[in-house]
């Protein structure tokens, strides 16, 4: 396989440096690709430059993933608007350490491979690195004049003179300069790849390597993932999607993919999949016969949910989906855990009723008005239930008076009613 050409047609490329192609045609290579470690968890934002890493991998290289532990307490400039919070060492091995895990799942770390991946912390070679050692040794390389040219440098500073740049984040391409250079000389690594926003601070490092080293280092970024709309990518109301449970449901983060548009299912099925050029070419066939069967959407939201989280977890989002959209049985509900429940019917009108008098038993028609406010009048409830347009529990209800107990309580806790085709009502009883 040819990183390169896998990276051409899957439209993953925005700048390279001359020479990277010959390079990486030369033998295995190692590459690199910095991951911000501010939070405890990646998220889908993070993912084009791990997939980066794992289509490297896959053609016979060797990829390492960079934890930018010493970067993380500056705070990259680029594209940004203000300094990023600093974090401590404590916070930052633990966000390390979660990091390695979620990466495990597309880079291969374990194997007796030559080309198994490594993950490295910039914090370990930064830490006892003095500043006037530094600035001796690395500052002398790189002029003021060759800093400022930099388009992340020249975008902060003219942006609003009230905020301005101080010299720590200033100092941020030379340090990342370094670990290019660090990493060149102790792991070989030839190539370091990123984000096009990246540019400037990937070819600071090609350029130390030359100056200090007298070597040939290459650079290779990607294009800025955006949406169609012009939205920003990775962004729901609620923030992020994020690849740990604890923060994104797996029915949330399949619901994502799921629900992306035509235009954008083409394009993110390429850069977040192994997929073939010749499966994606096969799908999108089936996408222009059948656009309402949506079979692009359908089979991106099943990789990556089955690569992040796991099979059982794309499984079960698929059948939460069918209980919000299709025609899932009362067990299906009863299968769910908790936390999919509640990730499924967030937004949903909830209403609080008391344990002890569903202990003894309520008649449907009082649980859904003087208990839990789904109908306005008891006449209205009865007349729905008459046309069949009310469930309880994703089960038809055919008697109003039939008596509700505590035995009817999903995971314990829930109750879920159902008015006409789209209309829910939780119940959660305390």
């Known amino acids: ?42 998220h889908i934002g993070h993912l084009v430059g791990v997939m980066m890493l794992r ?25 940004k608007s203000a300094e990023r919070n600093l974090l401590d060492e404590p916070t930052l091995r633990h966000n390390q350490e979660c990091i390695k895990r979620q990466l495990a799942k597309f880079l291969d770390f374990d194997s007796d491979a030559p080309n198994a991946a490594k993950l490295v912390n910039n914090y370990d070679w930064m830490k006892d690195y003095t500043f006037l050692n530094f600035i001796r040794d690395i500052g002398k390389h790189i002029t003021v004049n060759y800093m ?17 740049m101080s010299f720590t984040e200033f100092s941020y391409q030379l340090l990342q300069g370094y670990d290019f250079m660090f990493l060149y000389q102790h792991e070989n690594c030839r190539l370091q790849m990123g984000g096009s926003d990246q540019w400037g601070n990937i070819t600071t490092g090609t350029e130390l390597i030359r100056r200090e080293l007298g070597g040939e280092a290459y650079a290779l970024t990607c294009p800025l993932i955006t949406k169609a709309d012009g939205g920003k990518f990775g962004k729901t109301e609620s923030g992020n999607v994020w690849l740990d449970p604890r923060y994104t449901s797996p029915y949330a983060f399949y619901q994502f993919w799921l629900n992306v548009s035509d235009a954008d299912a083409a394009k993110y099925i390429k850069i977040f999949t192994s997929l073939t050029r ?15 069967l949506r079979p692009l959407q359908k089979r991106l939201a099943r ?6 989280h796991s099979a059982a977890e794309y499984e079960t989002a698929v059948e939460a989906s069918n209980i919000l959209f299709g025609g899932a049985t009362s067990d299906a509900l009863r299968r769910l855990d908790e936390a999919t429940l509640l990730a499924v019917f967030e937004g949903v009108p909830q209403f609080e009723i008391a344990r002890d008098a569903l202990s003894a038993g309520i008649k449907a028609v009082d649980l859904c008005t003087s208990h839990a406010a789904v109908f306005t009048s008891k006449g209205e409830m009865r007349k729905l239930v008459q046309n069949g347009g009310v469930s309880l529990n994703k089960e038809k209800l055919t008697d109003p008076e039939s008596v509700v107990q505590a035995d009817a309580l999903v995971a314990g806790k829930y109750l879920l009613v159902q008015r006409g085709k789209k209309n829910y009502y939780l119940l959660i009883a305390k």
């Open 1 to 42: 396989m040819n990183f390169i050409e896998e990276l051409r047609w899957r439209g993953m490329i925005h700048d390279m440096m001359p020479g990277t192609e010959e390079c990486l045609q030369q033998g295995m290579t190692s590459a690199y690709v910095g991951i911000d470690p501010t939070a405890d968890s990646l």
């Open 55 to 79: 289509h490297f991998q896959r053609a016979g290289h060797r990829p390492i993933a960079l934890v930018g532990g010493a970067t993380g307490m500056i705070g990259d400039p680029s594209m």
């Open 148 to 164: 400022m040219a930099k388009d992340s440098v020249k975008k902060r500073l003219s942006a609003d003179s009230n905020v301005g």
């Open 278 to 292: 010749d499966e994606i070419d096969a799908l999108e066939r089936e996408q222009a016969d059948a656009p309402h």
């Open 303 to 308: 990789e990556i949910t089955t690569m992040v």
